[in-house]
C-alpha cells in the first residue's frame, strides 16, 4: 500500500481511480481524549482509527471529504470535532430537510471548527491506500479486519461498541440504542427464554474493558445463542446442559452439508403423522446418542413445527411437546445454517453444567450468564431439562458469580426483576439495570406481554 503523510499531501499524490484507504494515527500520538478506553487493531505497527473504499475517486474521496471536507460529509471529521467538543451548526440547506421523528438536522462544524479538525487530521494521521478496480468487495473486510473505532454506522464489533455509540448519539440513553448488526446469523432453533429480539438492548452493558482479541468470550447457559450469534466475538468458548442442543450446535459447525440434505428431507415429508414419528424416533435416539446426525436434524425439525418452538422433556427426559399449528413452517433454513457453520468455525462448544467453565476463565475474560430465571409466577417456564431450576439454583449461580468476581472476570446475568433475585445477587460490586423485555414463550401460548427484566453486571 501507498503511505503519505497528510501533512504534505499533495493533489497528485491521490489520482482520481477507485480504491480503499485506512487512516491510522502517527507513532506516539493519541485520539482526543473523551475519558474511554479505546482498544485499536493495527495496521504496520500503527493504531487503525478509520477505513474507507470510493468506486469513484480516491483524490476526490480522501482530500475533499477527510482531510479538507466537513463534519456534515464525513464521518472521521466528525467523529474527531466530536472528540474535540466542537460546536455544531446546520449543514447549508439543512432547514429545509424534513425532520422526522427520531432523526435531527444535517450539521457540520462552523468554520473555525472544520479548520481545527483539519490541522488535527493533518498533525495526528497518517494514510495508507491502494487503487482497486473493485472496492466494494473490500469494505466489510476491512472494517472487519481494522475495527475502526470511527467508522460509526458500518461497524457491528463489539468491541469499542460503547464509544461509537457514544460519538454517534451522544445524547441518547444506552436502552434506546438503536439496532445494529443488521445482516449476522441468527439463531437455528426457537428457544424458551432466548436472547435474539433483546440484544441489542443487552449490547450497551458490555463492559468495555473485555478485549476478544486477547480475552474469551464465555456463554455457558447458551440455549440457542440468540446473543452470541448476533454479535460474534472473535474468542469464544460455548456450553450448555442440553445435549441435544450441544451435538445440533457441532453438527451445523461439523457436518452442514449432511445436516441440510437431512431437513430438506424432513421438508418435504412433513404432516401431522410424520411429526409424531419423528417425535418417537428422536426419543429412541437420544437413548444411546449414536447417531449425533440424525439427532441433529431430528431436533431442529421438531423444533420448527413443534408448539411454539418449545423445548421441554418429560420426566423419563423424553421430548414431549405436541405439533404445533404452523402452515407453512420453514425447516430447512439453508441461508442461516451456513452462515453459522461459518461463525461457529473457531468456536468451541461442549455439553456439561455451568460451573464447569468455571477452571478455564481467567482474569479479561467475559460471561453472560442467562439462567431460566426466577419465576414471575407460579408457571413460569424454568424446566429446560429433566432436571428443574428452582431458587436454590440460583443461589448456587451467585456463588458462582462470586468466584467470577475473584478471578477478575466480568460478567454480565439476566434474570427476571423481582425481589427476589435482588436479594440473591446482591453483593458490593453489584450494579443492576432494569430492562423492559417482550417474552416470546410463555405456558399459554398467546399470552405474550411485556416482562421486566434486570441485567446485573459486576463492573
Ligand atoms: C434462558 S435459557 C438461555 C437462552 C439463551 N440465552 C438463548 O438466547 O437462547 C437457559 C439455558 O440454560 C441451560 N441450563 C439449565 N441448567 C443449566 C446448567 N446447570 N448448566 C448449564 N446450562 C444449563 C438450559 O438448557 C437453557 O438452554
Not at 25 to 48: A, Q
Not at 325 to 342: G, H, R
Amino acid at each position: 500500500m501507498i503511505k503519505i503523510n497528510i501533512k504534505n499531501v499533495n493533489k497528485d499524490d491521490l489520482l482520481d481511480k477507485s480504491g480503499y484507504y485506512i487512516f491510522c494515527l502517527k507513532k506516539d500520538k493519541k485520539l482526543p481524549d473523551t475519558g474511554d478506553n479505546i482498544i485499536f487493531s493495527k495496521f504496520k505497527s500503527l493504531n487503525v482509527v478509520y477505513v474507507g473504499i470510493t468506486d469513484d475517486s480516491l483524490a476526490s474521496r480522501v482530500l475533499k471529504k477527510h482531510i479538507y471536507g466537513n463534519g456534515g460529509n464525513s464521518t472521521l471529521r466528525k467523529s474527531i470535532g466530536s472528540m474535540l467538543g466542537l460546536t455544531k451548526v446546520p449543514r447549508s440547506g439543512a432547514e429545509k430537510i424534513k425532520r422526522d421523528k427520531g432523526k435531527s438536522f444535517k450539521t457540520k462544524f462552523n468554520d473555525d471548527g472544520e479548520s481545527i479538525v483539519s490541522e488535527w487530521i493533518e498533525s495526528n494521521l497518517i494514510i495508507f491506500f491502494d487503487y482497486d478496480e473493485n472496492p466494494l468487495n473490500i469494505e466489510d473486510k476491512l472494517i472487519q479486519d481494522y475495527n475502526p473505532p470511527l467508522n460509526i454506522d458500518k461497524n457491528n464489533n463489539i468491541i469499542n461498541y460503547n464509544f461509537r455509540r457514544k460519538l454517534s448519539h451522544p445524547n441518547r440513553k444506552l436502552t434506546s440504542l438503536r439496532s445494529v448488526k443488521k445482516n449476522l446469523s441468527k439463531p437455528f432453533v426457537k428457544w424458551a427464554g432466548g436472547k435474539y429480539k433483546l440484544a441489542d438492548k443487552l449490547i450497551p452493558f458490555f463492559p468495555s474493558e473485555f478485549d476478544d482479541n486477547k480475552n474469551t468470550y464465555y456463554e455457558p447457559m447458551v440455549g440457542s445463542g440468540g446473543f452470541f450469534f448476533k454479535f460474534n466475538p472473535r474468542n469464544a468458548y460455548l456450553s450448555d446442559i442440553n445435549k441435544k442442543l450441544v451435538i445440533t450446535y457441532n453438527v451445523i459447525k461439523n457436518d452442514i452439508t449432511g445436516l441440510i440434505d437431512q431437513l430438506k428431507i424432513h421438508e418435504e415429508l412433513h404432516d401431522k403423522d410424520y411429526f409424531y414419528k419423528s417425535r418417537i424416533k428422536f426419543n429412541e435416539l437420544i437413548k444411546s446418542y449414536k447417531n449425533e446426525l440424525e439427532i441433529s436434524s431430528l431436533f431442529i425439525y421438531l423444533n420448527k413445527t413443534c408448539f411454539n418452538g418449545l423445548y421441554r422433556e418429560n420426566s423419563k427426559g423424553e421430548f414431549n411437546v405436541p405439533l404445533g399449528s404452523y402452515n407453512n413452517p420453514l425447516i430447512c433454513d439453508e441461508k442461516t445454517l451456513f452462515m453459522l457453520n461459518n461463525v461457529l468455525k473457531n468456536v468451541q462448544i461442549n455439553c456439561h453444567g455451568y460451573k464447569e467453565s468455571l477452571e478455564k476463565i481467567t482474569k479479561g475474560d467475559f460471561i453472560y450468564l442467562d439462567p431460566p430465571y426466577i419465576p414471575l409466577k407460579k408457571d413460569s417456564f424454568t424446566k429446560y431439562s429433566k432436571k428443574d431450576w428452582k431458587e436454590e439454583q440460583s443461589r448456587e449461580l451467585n456463588q458462582y458469580c462470586k468466584s467470577l468476581d475473584e478471578k477478575g472476570a466480568f460478567f454480565m446475568l439476566s434474570n427476571s426483576d423481582t425481589n427476589l433475585t435482588r436479594d440473591i445477587f446482591n453483593d458490593k460490586n453489584r450494579n443492576f439495570y432494569p430492562i423492559e423485555a417482550p417474552r416470546f414463550i410463555s405456558a399459554k401460548g398467546n399470552s405474550r406481554e411485556k416482562a421486566n427484566e434486570v441485567i446485573i453486571t459486576n463492573y
